[in-house]
């Protein structure tokens, strides 16, 4: 089945660590999000990639770096710079080319604790 | 960029009643998408509606890119209806989000 698989679904960070969550599709979509909700609250963009090797800054960037090596994966490492990281960590895809279909689909989501 | 205004913030309705969420932008709409929030956070596609009007089941949205509005109407609702609903607009291959509608819906 195509879809977008994240990874782990839950994840404890102690204070100082830098943790890396996992977010592979199979939809051979071109972009890919990672995307921060706290509770009660929408969701708010991390970073962003619409092509292998590329990568932009959302609207929350700081404490966070990603990469973008393969179509399929983009990982997002929460750096011990990040001060408040707890929170629901959501990765998504859409294509990128204009001309087709641009609807987004969602992982399952991590959510990440400071211990 | 493009701001997404939702309302209700909260709703809450007898099992059987029927619902209508906004979402307003405050630019013109390129592509819009509604979605629903399980209870396990995961954020399951209702729509993908432009522009127009789309039915599925006992759910319908419409949006007027023109106007800048979308809606959302959930018809007879169900206990399982329950939990968050967002609309996000996506410009430049970014979706921006509302903050949300929470809808809960008692037997």
């Known amino acids: 089945d195509g879809g977008i698989t994240q990874s782990p679904k839950y994840l404890f960070r102690k204070e100082g660590q830098n943790v890396t969550l996992s977010c592979e599709q199979n939809?051979?979509?071109?972009?890919m999000y990672w995307y921060r909700q706290d509770p009660g609250q929408g969701l708010r963009l991390i970073y962003y990639?619409?092509?292998?090797?590329?990568?932009q800054k959302g609207d929350i960037a700081e404490g966070y770096s990603v990469s973008r090596e393969k179509k399929e994966s983009f990982p997002l490492t929460v750096t011990s710079a990040q001060k408040n990281p707890t929170a629901f960590y959501l990765c998504?895809?859409?294509?990128?080319?204009?001309?087709?279909?641009?609807?987004?689909?969602f992982g399952q989501g991590t959510r990440l604790t400071v211990v | 960029g493009i701001q997404v205004e939702q309302s209700p913030p909260d709703l809450i309705l007898q099992e059987g009643a029927n619902s209508t969420l906004r979402c307003n932008f405050s630019d013109s709409v390129n592509n819009l998408q509604w979605f629903h929030q399980n209870p396990w956070g995961q954020l399951i596609n209702l729509f993908y509606?432009?522009?127009g009007t789309k039915q599925n089941g006992r759910l319908s949205a419409t949006t007027v890119a023109t106007e800048r509005y979308s809606l959302l109407y959930i018809s007879s609702s169900q206990t399982t209806d329950s939990g968050v609903y967002f609309c996000?607009?996506?410009?430049?291959?970014?979706?921006?989000f509302g903050k949300g509608t929470l809808l809960t819906v008692n037997p």
């Open positions: 996000a607009e996506g410009s430049n291959y970014k979706l921006t």
């Open positions: 939809l051979n979509h071109d972009a």
């Open positions: 998504a895809s859409t294509h990128r080319r204009p001309t087709m279909n641009t609807e987004a689909f």
């Open positions: 990639s619409q092509i292998v090797n590329d990568f």
């Open positions: 509606i432009p522009s």
